[in-house]
């Protein structure tokens, strides 16, 4: 595909449970976002990884949320013990280099409903 | 990143050309100027972004003051497809886009 590729695109969850949500990014994009928007909210970031490193994890909301990269590709972003505040629109974003210069390619999101 | 500033809804009819304004003032040398919308239920998509000049492409136009503090995105015409929230973004490198409000645009038919 030429995309950014997301999935599950929907998924429910009972709380309490670890979920993980996967990011395939445009194949030789280097750097890879996380996002979330919770409905009718601004997009509010997560982690941002270069390669497989992460600069910037500044926007995990705890530490039952955690990332990796491997390969320079896939991206996973997991959630531990979810909460009912956790159910928002998580979105993935891959830029050949970083933002500042290029566009990003945003995928469609995953819908994370946990009851 | 510097902050941004933008209405927070516009409306235009359809076929008519529409000016999306962005307050910058404490914009850097470094930062480029991004537009991004999100159309309903959907993602994110890139529509154009610049430095210094004017910058033109098949969505869109970016006109930047001289003093770089402010900047307009220019949609020709409006079309009902082009309804969605608009946001204007300063990033200078390798540091992720920070997402503000952005202007809600409602295109009448």
């Known amino acids: 595909g030429a995309g950014v590729s997301q999935s599950p695109s929907n998924k429910v969850t009972e709380k309490g449970k670890d979920v993980e949500l996967r990011c395939d990014p445009i194949?030789?994009?280097?750097?890879l976002y996380w996002y979330r928007q919770s409905l009718g909210q601004g997009l509010e970031f997560l982690i941002y990884?270069?390669?497989?490193?992460?600069?910037?994890k500044s926007g995990l909301p705890s530490d039952r949320f955690s990332a990796e990269r491997t390969g320079g590709s896939v991206s996973t972003l997991t959630i531990q013990r979810t909460q009912q505040e956790d159910s928002a629109v998580y979105l993935c974003?891959?830029?050949?280099?970083?933002?500042?210069?290029?566009?990003?390619?945003f995928g469609q999101g995953t819908r994370l409903t946990v009851v | 990143d510097a902050k941004t500033t933008q209405p927070n809804s516009m409306e235009s009819n359809e076929e008519e050309p529409v000016h999306l304004p962005c307050n910058h003032s404490?914009?850097?040398?470094?930062?480029?100027i991004h537009w991004y919308r999100q159309l309903p239920s959907q993602g994110p998509e890139y529509v154009i972004h610049?430095?210094?000049s004017n910058v033109n492409n098949r969505m869109a136009s970016l006109a930047i003051a001289e003093d770089r503090k402010s900047s307009t995105l220019i949609l020709h015409r409006a079309t009902l497809r082009d309804a969605a929230v608009y946001y204007c973004?300063?990033?200078?490198?390798?540091?992720?886009?920070?997402f503000g409000k952005g202007t809600r645009l409602s295109v009448i038919a």
């Open positions: 610049g430095l210094t």
């Open positions: 194949s030789g994009h280097t750097a």
């Open positions: 974003a891959s830029s050949l280099l970083g933002v500042g210069t290029t566009e990003a390619f």
């Open positions: 404490t914009i850097s040398g470094t930062d480029y």
């Open positions: 990884f270069q390669g497989n490193s992460a600069p910037d």
């Open positions: 973004i300063l990033n200078s490198g390798n540091t992720p886009l920070v």
